[in-house]
């Protein structure tokens, strides 16, 4: 938490940049922003004494039922956890009038609250740093723009790249631009490969700043398109006949001490270090244990039936995009690998918490890793395991690796487990569309 001295100059900044309303945001178990804006001159005594807050927030489901027998509820009479503002993430939101933003972490009788997102992702950089490494995170999230009203694409056809439909909106170059006034260092922008599917790529950070960034950018693209009459889904599939919304993860690992890339090996063929491959290897062993955690949801699974780029098997290649794991070999400081499982609807703080702590413990066990893929991944084969089919397949694949759960912690997995049992209970009792369609008149 902060001094005294440092919240006195958090306030005075605010107020000399004419910020009237701060929103103190708090990333939820779904990576969803929960919020309360302040006005300014009650944002000191909140920063001091923190923010009172539902603490049964990080235990709701993904339509914010509360969910029983998770360990925030009816367990601990419904109390408030107490937010605190890391004062660092503090940005300016351009879409809204003298509205400022901080990111916070939940606190419990002056304690971190350790089953947070946030905190995971902070507890396994911690586990990296008594290894000697700083972690540096880029993640890169596909989404599509649909209509308001309809849900439908705002244009049809495949354009991947195509100029007109790159800009086919005019509050694209406006979205861009607020983005960019956010703190996302926009890198590129393109429209993807289904019709009003689209991918704006930013920089990679260090740490937590990594994590909070991919949050930002889409809390943002959710808030401006919203505010432009439009939608922005970042589901996984949110039409049988057209392409999955992925999230890729790109890791290095560097020396603390050094400030090098410990990927790189000049000395290797493909210019890869030890601590690289064994990182690797880490990964391809708790991959299944990763899914409910990069692949959060019952739709997730459905992103790697075809149409699709995502392989459904543990592999790794060289620049090679049909692997889980793809080693971006720039025989150089740029070497580092990109984790391709991931779904976009993903939180942020925990696919890269989950990429992470299986990477490490490949290192801190040695492992040897394994032949590539050569361009199998896809369809797999034999000799391929293969990632887990359905959520539930996902959650006892994480049930059962002791060493990942210990990365993680098992108060999380308590309540992470629970809430996605509790969703996948109320799926099997829904009756959808499909069998209305199929079994109604039929029979």
Known sequence: MATADQITQFVEALKNQGIEYVRFELPDLHGICRAKTV??????????????????????????????GSGLHEEVGYRDHALFPDLESLQTLPWLTKTARVICDPYLDGQPVTISPRQILKNVLHEAAQLGFDVMIGQEFEFYILTADAHQPVFDGVHIFNHIRNQYLPFLDDLLDKLRATGVDIITHNAEYGPGQFEINFGPAIGITAADKAYTFKTAVKEIVHRAGYLATFMARPFSDKCASGCHVHISLWDRETGNNIFFDPSDADGLSKTAKAFIQGILDHGRAMMPLIAPTINCYRRYLPPSFASACLGWGIEDRTGMVRVKATKDEGTHIEMRA????????????????????????ARELQQPVAGRGLGGGPDLARLPASLEEGLAALGSDPDFLAMLGKDFYHLFSTVKNYELGRFRAHVTDWEKAEYLEVY
């Open 39 to 68: 006005p300014i001159d009650k944002v000191e005594g909140y920063t001091r004494k923190g923010l009172n807050f539902y603490g049964g927030t990080l235990a709701l489901d993904t339509s914010s039922y509360v969910v029983a």
């Open 342 to 365: 991931a779904s976009s609807i993903s939180n942020p703080y925990l696919s890269a918490a989950a990429t992470v702590a299986a990477g490490l413990l490949g290192v801190k066990q």
